[in-house]
């Protein structure tokens, strides 16, 4: 079936550093992923949609310039966090949707800790 | 204004006892609903969508517009049940693919199966 994958697993970086998550759709294109965050014990969150060839479309309440979002391809959307606050720690997931009338698939997550 | 309640954050039943994951909705169009497991230590999956009308695992869930509901259910419950499920809304074209995908998810109810 169908593949979404997200590198890194799990990252550590210091506060005010920058980080890059990387969503990859592995047999497939994707011309839209979707970026959500996932605080302990809540929700997912939708943060951003990530559109290839164009600018994402955050949800309200997302800084665009600090959750810098590129689909640089039909198969990789990458997530980078800018000057990273511990308040940013989270555990980071995309998502990508196979094709018309398909199913959605996520990746298998990203936990960023920002020290 | 979208929104997903699953008023259960905990669910503990014995193995081989029925099971029924709650979850309500709020939306002004027609939903698109469907269940996502997530199994420790591995990504969000999809279970079941309520356009299928498909039993997997032996869960079912029926869509009941008039009580803005879409309960998960089971019969009998295994042990292998035990997981995080999440329920989620589509908007319009969510599965047929006309519209965006985003999903709205519930905060999710881990299922806890007593051997």
């Known amino acids: 079936g169908a593949v979404v994958s997200q590198h890194p697993s799990r990252v550590i970086c210091k506060s005010g550093t920058s980080v890059k998550i990387e969503c990859r759709s592995l047999?497939?294109?994707?011309?839209?992923m979707f970026w959500y965050r996932q605080f302990p014990k809540q929700s997912l969150m939708l943060m951003a949609t990530?559109?290839?060839?164009?600018?994402?479309?955050?949800e309200q309440g997302v800084e665009k310039d600090k959750f810098l979002i590129n689909h640089a391809s039909l198969t990789l959307s990458t997530l980078t966090v800018t000057s990273a606050h511990p308040e940013d720690s989270s555990f980071y997931i995309c998502s990508a949707p196979t094709g018309w009338g398909n199913t959605i698939y996520f990746g298998e997550g990203s936990w960023l800790t920002v020290v | 204004a979208q929104r997903v309640t699953q008023p259960e954050k905990l669910l503990s039943v014995f193995k081989g006892a029925p099971v029924e994951l709650k979850c309500n909705y709020s939306y002004s169009g027609s939903p698109e609903l469907f269940w996502y497991v997530q199994y420790s230590r591995q990504r969000l999956q999809l279970l079941l969508r309520h356009i299928s009308r498909e039993s997997i695992k032996g869960f079912t869930a029926d869509l009941n517009k008039g009580e803005t509901s879409f309960h998960l259910k089971k019969p009998f419950a295994q042990e292998e049940d035990s997981a995080m499920y999440y329920c989620a809304l589509g908007g319009p074209g969510a599965y047929s693919g006309a519209g965006s995908y985003q999903l709205t998810f519930g905060k999710g109810t881990k299922l806890s199966v007593i051997p």
């Open positions: 047999d497939f294109q994707a011309t839209t």
């Open positions: 990530s559109n290839e060839g164009s600018k994402a479309t955050y």
